[in-house]
């Protein structure tokens, strides 16, 4: 009898730690569904933030789509802009140009009289356009041209004086009897125009032989005369 009970003590023991284990397995096991249920919720957030993400980035993408179209339209309007504003810069220009040589214009018979003893104009000429006669293909503009007796005068103006339209009207000095032969048997009087001119300038013009006419006190005048005649 003692040999059975203490097998049935062990028995008992067993089924009780059995028991208990399969208690800490029951556990286990919830605590481990609990946790997959967590991970599966946490997942499935992650999925609608990845979706909400792509769907930003499709909105993103949409946006700059249409910021890269209004860019490419800006610059294209611009580009129009551009060409419109320098076309109207052109003609603004071109007509400053023809206001400075309708400036100029009037105080050539009164420079010819006071200082080339010029009474009375046989010609006087604005804007003139002449063939070469030397060659027929090739034609200028002269902005004036005035001639008395023995002098002939030829005018370039400019509105904005540069050293290399100076050096044009030297170079065009050279073929003024190409356009006008009767210069040949006058004195030809070089004038270059503006309404204001610098030193440096009327410096260079003086070197060049070439009177220089700009606005002095409230008229136009000629600036280096005394220089020129005494070189």
Not at 132 to 153: P, Q, T, Y
Not at 177 to 185: A, G, T
Request: hydrophobic residues 35%.
């Amino acid at each position: 009898m003692p040999a059975i009970k203490e097998r049935v003590e062990t028995l008992e023991e067993v089924l009780k730690e059995c028991a208990k284990n399969i208690s800490l397995l029951s556990i286990s096991q919830t605590q481990t569904d609990r946790e997959l249920r967590d991970f599966k919720g946490e997942m499935q957030g992650f999925k609608d933030e990845m979706k909400d993400f792509k769907s930003e980035m499709l909105d993103f993408k949409s946006e700059m789509k249409e910021f890269k179209d209004k860019m490419l339209k800006f610059s294209e309007e611009s580009k129009e802009d551009r060409i419109r504003w320098y076309k109207q810069w052109g003609d603004i220009a071109n007509k400053f140009g023809t206001i400075v040589e309708d400036m100029v214009a009037p105080n050539i018979p009164g420079i010819a009289r006071t200082y080339f003893g010029c009474e009375d104009l046989d010609f006087f000429g604005l804007r003139i356009t002449k063939k070469n006669l030397r060659d027929k293909s090739r034609s200028r503009e002269f902005d004036i041209i005035a001639v008395a007796g023995g002098v002939f005068i030829i005018n370039e103006t400019k509105s904005t004086p540069r050293a290399e339209y100076i050096q044009d009207f030297v170079e065009t000095l050279k073929e003024v009897p190409d356009y006008f032969p009767e210069s040949l048997e006058k004195r030809i009087i070089p004038v270059f125009s503006s309404l204001y001119l610098p030193q440096n300038v009327i410096t260079y013009l003086t070197r060049m032989k070439i009177y220089a006419m700009a606005i002095k006190d409230d008229t136009m005048d000629l600036l280096n005369y005394r220089s020129i005649c005494a070189g």
